[in-house]
């Protein structure tokens, strides 16, 4: 199908705005709130940050050939700049608002299936397995990194000009209200909700307050609508009882909709399982790491038998998969070294799921984790540290280093309480200032887990190793 050509008409009605200048009839290209990115004949959204003004920019991109403008109320200002004069103005109340606006009179004009995935944990990984297992039949798109919040999903939603079959998008959130603003953009069919941890919990009272946050991906659903949830979730189950459409079920419980049985831990080599769906049964290897990512795959198992994709291309596309980088990608340096580099983010319970990884595996020299500390717990923070600190003895860590601040001191506390020797227990302040220390510990035959929330850098880390042991 030919793509959505949008006009300058076509924008403004679409987001309530006033045409200031140019030509009703014109075509955009491309829509960006990046000044740096915009090419000739781009649209530029003048965003207003805590840091920024995208107005400041709005005279220099339409003097490098943009097509136009959306901008703010310009009754405080000069009014818009010479040169747009000969491009398109459209003036509105707020830019965010009507970059949502658009992309969701995008996505309704495209005629695209859209598949909208919550959860704390795996939302990547999900979101990129069920891309890869439609794909054996139709035309996908999907977020381009982490584009998930409300602006992301936006600017993610106008790939839907291509009008592809199905695009799948992973929704972010950490306060509530969040997601409930995705799903009004995005509208779709077809609803996925992975699991309920405890990221982000020092923005909510418990994680039942983060359960209803996470809850409100189940919004404005209608009896044609599909949502594909966790069977070994409780949370996710009791909330998801009410819903409006139709329900599939995944996991290992009895009764799951797609459900994995047989399930075999390969430490690192993977997951295996026996899968029942309502297709039919197949046995099913991948390479992700671990039983959440097992999870992931199942999840994009119900989704892709819903779409009528076959067991055999599923199991196949399955077999392929690499992670995303830095979650949970795996390295093979020299002298028999393993790096896990999952160091993209972390929780207490996305850390819980990489040590189990960890404790599965049998042919490593030696077990190291360097572990970040985890950010936005709030007052949960210190006691899940020591948390994850006994749960690293408890997954047979031999060497631990421990980073940040006094939540990444009492992990590795808990970790020597557990029983850990002091002497396998190492605490720095910053990721620069264990980087050195950690790669020149590591020894031949070592398997090597780093993980952190992104502001601990523990990616500093993780290439220091690599560069060192390559």
Known sequence: MSELRLTVKWIADAVGGRMVSGEPDQVVGHVTTDSRALRPGDLFVALRGARFDGHEFVGDVLSRGAAGAIVEALADRKGPPRIAQAAAVIEVGDTTKALQDLAHAVRKASGTRVVAITGSAGKTTTKETIAEFLSARFRVVKNKGNLNNHIGLPLSLMQLREQPDVAVMELGMNHAGEISTLVAIAEPEVRVWTNVGDAHIGFFDSTDAIADAKAEILESAGPSHVLVC????????????????????????????????????????GMRAHVTTSAGEIDLHT????????????????????????????????????????????????????????????????????????????????????????????????????????????????????????????????????????????????????????????KPGDVVLVKGSRGTRTDVVADRIAAEHA
């Open 287 to 442: 390479p992700l790491l671990g039983r959440g990512n097992l999870a992931n795959v199942l999840a994009a198992t119900a989704v892709a038998v819903d779409f009528g994709v076959g067991l055999a291309e599923i199991a196949a596309a399955a077999s392929r998969l690499t992670p995303s980088d830095r979650r949970g990608a795996v390295r093979r340096l020299r002298d028999r070294i393993t790096l896990i580099d999952d160091s993209y983010n972390s929780s207490p319970s996305a850390l819980k799921r990489a040590l189990e990884v960890l404790a599965h595996e049998t042919r490593a020299a030696r077990k190291v984790a360097v572990l970040g500390e985890m950010l936005e717990l709030g007052e949960h923070s210190t006691d899940l540290h020591r948390q994850s600190g006994r749960a690293a003895a408890a997954a047979g860590v031999d060497l631990l280093f421990a980073i940040g601040g006094l939540p990444a001191r009492a992990l590795a506390d808990a970790a020597v309480t557990a029983g850990m020797p002091p002497t396998a227990v190492n605490y720095f302040e910053s990721s620069d200032a264990a980087a050195a220390a950690a790669a020149a510990s590591i």
């Open 230 to 269: 966790n069977a070994d979730d409780p949370r996710v189950m009791t909330r998801s009882a009410g819903f409006a459409g139709r329900t599939l079920t995944f996991g290992m419980s009895e009764g799951a909709t797609v459900r994995a049985t047989a399930v075999e831990d390969l430490g690192l080599d």
